[in-house]
Nanobody, 124 residues
């Protein structure tokens, strides 16, 4: 079992930045590819970014490419999402997730463990 706890959400003005963190415990962190997803009110959960076990490979949704950066620190069992140039449409609950699959996936069903989420609100 892997426990995931997100932090770093909050209220920020458009154009601002936030850094989300997801601390994990339980089984070996480096065994898992990690992803970030988000869900806005009335919308389905959507893929944001993913990082491979070693951190060497990343994938981003087109909507965040160039603005968000996913990274991980296997020594600290933590994955990060640096969010810059935030827009009101980035407002959502952000979730981190862990996958024991070899490749990076954008499908939520490929992920085995989920955090509780952290709210990000971007005001215009």
């Amino acid at each position: 079992q892997v426990q995931l706890v997100e932090s770093g959400g909050g209220l920020v003005q458009a154009g601002g930045s936030l850094r989300l963190s997801c601390a994990t415990s339980g089984r070996t962190f480096s065994r898992y590819a990690m992803g970030w997803f988000r869900q806005a009110p009335g919308k389905e959960r959507e893929f944001v970014a993913a990082v491979s076990r070693s951190g060497g490979n990343t994938d981003y949704a087109d909507s965040v490419k160039g603005r968000f950066t996913i990274s991980r620190d296997n020594a600290k069992n933590t994955v990060y999402l640096q969010m810059n140039s935030l827009k009101p449409e980035d407002t959502a609950v952000y979730y981190c997730a862990a996958s024991d699959k070899t490749y990076l996936f954008r499908l939520a069903t490929a992920y085995d463990y989920w955090g509780q989420g952290t709210q990000v609100t971007v005001s215009s």
